[in-house]
């Protein structure tokens, strides 16, 4: 298994190159130059395999044993998600009138995230104690990613870890979950400005391929490729336990695929599992920031000229930037084009697509955006049908259960990326009753530990100045031997 650019200006790299990288070199994002085609007796084979034990059968098509012997993965994998709250790490909820809802929060800091992201933070200390050696990680985060970052790897001898996230735009839990974390490893930012403005100095960083070898400076946003063939798994589970696989011998039934949708990590993960022989249909639901919206129904890929916040942050995204790996496998692994259309899009903050490519991307992808009052009114409605509480994300998701009947015969899931106990003040404009969990009411007695990116005339040259800075003086104190923070 080899990795390649979607731009088309880097090829051959294995598994361990691609996961201690952030963007290409080439500004691309890494891909499989092949992805494996399932049988379907491969998918019967797999039915009523708990949930990490499908991560392994789906990394292991992935990572070479060469890399990564099959015991290995197997045991990293279970570490990963040996402290998530519920037996198989994820779970179904069978809620009234066919609306399932996978659960995938049940993690340390209550987000779809803590996933894969403790799966990839396994991986890299695999070889990072493998082979002696350090990497530092730089995260730009709308809410839900630095903090599961920084709980996966803290404490890692090997790793430091940089986030960023925007002040004032993301909840007071989200926020705990990164500033209240002291161990030594962790540095946590608070930018004044988007997340989408923080993505600008990070990509100019990440750019820079010296400072890149000489760190080891990694990003474990959904750039890294390995987040998101983590997330390939949770399609597959979907796909297993709603599907009615068990049913038929014929033809596979197909599955309707609801999806909250920001930087697309998640909906990306689905069509490469579709790409893989999976009858998925994909959804994907936005909140007013409707860029992967606009672009599906009208051609027009452009950011708004700012992010608008509303009652669900983590996808208060306007750069859908795993769109890329999406468009990518469409335009059939053309790299020349892809780097065209995402040059244009990264230089200009716009790009109309031709007929045919949003032809293309209607034809796997049905899109809706919903409003912070539709976000209201589906939390309240799912609360009085069945006594479960939404968080604001999969609102937006569930909000197409209501208001996009389906049909008699299809089966649908809807994808939970986040617990509401990190939203309450979500559920309490709801006016619904919710009791978070004790985990979540102590972190506002815990002390923290962040520094502030101001806003500058020239932010963006001040905010990469800052986050260089720390790198380098955090490889001098790590090669010294000495404690960061004393």
Not at 27 to 51: C, I, V
Request: hydrophobic fraction near 40%.
């Amino acid at each position: 298994m080899q990795y390649c650019s979607t731009r088309g200006g880097v090829h051959g790299r294995d598994f361990r190159d691609v996961l201690f990288s952030g963007y290409a070199p080439d500004g691309g994002m890494f891909m499989p130059e092949s992805l494996p085609a399932l049988s379907p007796e491969t998918l019967q084979g797999w039915r009523g395999l708990p949930y990490p034990r499908l991560v392994v059968e789906v990394c292991s098509l992935f990572i070479p044993p060469q890399l990564i012997p099959r015991d290995d993965l197997e045991v990293l994998v279970s570490k990963a998600l040996s402290s998530f709250s519920v037996p198989d790490a994820v779970q179904i909820a069978r809620l009234k009138d066919g609306l399932s809802v996978l659960e995938l929060f049940h993690g340390e800091t209550f987000a779809f995230k803590d996933l894969a992201m403790s799966c990839t933070v396994q991986f890299l200390n695999y070889f990072l104690q493998k082979e002696g050696s350090r990497a530092v990680v730089l995260v730009g985060t709308s809410g839900d990613t630095g903090g599961s970052a920084i709980h996966s790897a803290k404490a890692l001898p090997g790793l430091d870890v940089l986030v960023v996230y925007p002040q004032g735009r993301i909840t007071a839990v989200q926020e705990k979950h990164m500033t209240t974390c002291l161990e030594e490893n962790i540095h946590v930012f608070a930018a004044d400005g988007s997340s989408d403005d923080i993505d600008q100095p990070l990509r100019r960083l990440f750019a820079d391929q010296d400072l890149v070898r000489t760190h080891g400076l990694m990003s474990l946003n959904s750039v890294n490729w390995s987040r998101v063939m983590v997330q390939i798994a949770h399609f597959f589970y979907a796909y297993l336990e709603l599907s009615g696989l068990e049913k038929t011998d014929r033809e596979l039934p197909e599955l309707e695929v609801v999806v909250p949708t920001g930087g697309a990590g998640n909906i990306t993960a689905a069509y490469i599992a579709i790409q893989m022989g999976l009858p998925l249909k994909l959804v994907a639901m936005v909140n007013s920031n409707d860029i992967v919206h606009r672009m599906v129904t009208s051609g027009d890929f452009s950011m708004a000229p700012s992010v608008t916040q509303t009652l669900a942050p983590a996808i208060d995204i306007q750069d859908p930037y795993n769109m890329e790996r999406i468009f990518w496998l469409l335009l059939g692994r053309d790299g020349a084009s892809v780097k065209t259309m995402m040059e244009d899009f990264q230089r200009s903050r716009r790009h109309a697509l031709p007929e045919n490519h949003r032809k293309l991307l209607s034809e796997v992808l049905v899109t809706d955006s919903v409003s912070d009052e539709g976000i209201l009114e589906t939390m309240r409605r799912c609360w009085e049908e069945n006594q479960y509480v939404l968080c604001p994300h999969t609102a937006v998701a569930v909000w197409h259960h209501y208001h996009c009947p389906h049909q008699p015969g299809t089966n649908r899931c809807y994808v939970a990326t986040a617990s509401p106990a990190k939203f309450q003040a979500a559920v309490d404009k709801a006016g619904l009753p919710y009791d978070p969990p004790e985990a979540v009411l102590a972190l506002a007695q815990l002390p923290t530990r962040y520094q502030i990116l101001e806003r500058s005339p020239d932010w963006c040259k001040h905010w990469e100045e800052r986050l260089r800075e720390r790198i380098q003086s955090v490889s001098r104190t790590r090669k010294e031997g000495r404690a960061f923070y004393a």
